[in-house]
């Protein structure tokens, strides 16, 4: 096997632009890190998987993501992330933060790397890879503001579009809110399924199911049944 080993200091402005973030999204300071690799001899007879593990805590990074992700500088918990790979799969494990994890497989069929299915957990917990492919989020958030989430969207058109790679959604929220609503105490479960989100909420303000078109300029309707929905006093 060979071994590598690299530390170094990037500036987080054009690793976000490598990331192909958001414009809107900033990312101040440096980012000091340090990786190790491990390529491995493999065969056809004796296939084995190479391994990397990168490390940074992350001292001094601003991101500018809305919650739950977003960090200031002053912010406690780094990002780890250990990964291995073959010729056609690959999986990932992620700790953002110490409270956010993640468990990733991707899958290379010849034409580029591609998610299969994963998970991100929020509130602490392991998380663990799903049967289903896509990504699906789970576990619970202190905040949550979807207005500034879908107020992020890039001018460059999307590689894929986002139904393509979510899968679903499994979110217990303490506070809530869209377009200056709030909804406290939320929680509320989402499937990617026949051309829609589909979303079941309860909340101390709001109770039922709405049906999201993937297109909102197709024909399919936004469909909204709910048994109770408090939207003001």
Same mark, same amino acid.
């Given at each position: 096997?060979?071994?590598?080993?690299?530390?170094?200091?990037?500036?987080?402005?054009?690793?976000?632009?490598?990331?192909?973030?958001?414009?809107?999204?900033?990312?101040?300071? %440096?980012?000091?890190?340090?990786?190790?690799?491990?390529?491995?001899?493999?065969?056809?007879?004796?296939?084995?998987?190479?391994?990397?593990?990168?490390?940074?805590?992350?001292?001094?990074?601003?991101?500018?993501?809305?919650?739950?992700?977003?960090?200031?500088? %002053?912010?406690?918990?780094?990002?780890?992330?250990?990964?291995?790979?073959?010729?056609?799969?690959?999986?990932?494990?992620?700790?953002?933060?110490?409270?956010?994890?993640?468990?990733?497989?991707?899958?290379?069929?010849?034409?580029?790397?591609?998610?299969?299915?994963?998970?991100?957990?929020?509130?602490?917990?392991?998380?663990?890879?799903?049967?289903?492919?896509?990504?699906?989020?789970?576990?619970?958030?202190?905040?949550?503001?979807?207005?500034?989430?879908?107020?992020?969207? %890039?001018?460059?058109?999307?590689?894929?579009?986002?139904?393509?790679?979510?899968?679903?959604?499994?979110?217990?929220?303490?506070?809530?809110?869209?377009?200056?609503?709030?909804?406290?105490?939320?929680?509320?479960?989402?499937?990617?399924?026949?051309?829609?989100?589909?979303?079941?909420?309860?909340?101390?303000?709001?109770?039922?199911?709405?049906?999201?078109?993937?297109?909102?300029?197709?024909?399919?309707?936004?469909?909204?049944?709910?048994?109770?929905?408090?939207?003001?006093?």
């Amino acid at each position: 096997d060979t071994v590598l080993r690299a530390s170094g200091r990037t500036p987080g402005a054009p690793l976000g632009q490598a990331l192909e973030l958001p414009e809107k999204v900033h990312v101040s300071g %440096s980012i000091d890190w340090r990786a190790s690799a491990r390529i491995a001899r493999s065969t056809e007879q004796a296939p084995r998987p190479s391994r990397l593990r990168f490390d940074s805590q992350l001292r001094g990074v601003e991101i500018g993501l809305p919650e739950p992700m977003t960090r200031s500088a %002053s912010d406690n918990g780094g990002l780890h992330i250990d990964s291995q790979w073959g010729e056609t799969e690959a999986t990932a494990r992620i700790v953002y933060g110490g409270a956010t994890r993640a468990a990733l497989k991707f899958s290379n069929s010849g034409e580029g790397w591609r998610l299969e299915r994963g998970a991100a957990r929020f509130g602490g917990g392991e998380a663990q890879l799903p049967k289903e492919p896509g990504l699906w989020l789970t576990g619970s958030i202190a905040a949550l503001d979807l207005s500034e989430w879908l107020a992020l969207k %890039s001018d460059r058109p999307a590689k894929r579009p986002l139904h393509d790679y979510l899968g679903g959604a499994d979110l217990v929220v303490r506070e809530f809110a869209i377009f200056g609503f709030d909804f406290p105490n939320l929680d509320g479960a989402m499937v990617a399924r026949d051309g829609a989100w589909r979303v079941h909420v309860e909340s101390d303000t709001a109770h039922g199911n709405i049906v999201v078109p993937f297109d909102l300029t197709g024909d399919m309707p936004l469909e909204l049944d709910m048994d109770r929905l408090v939207v003001g006093e």
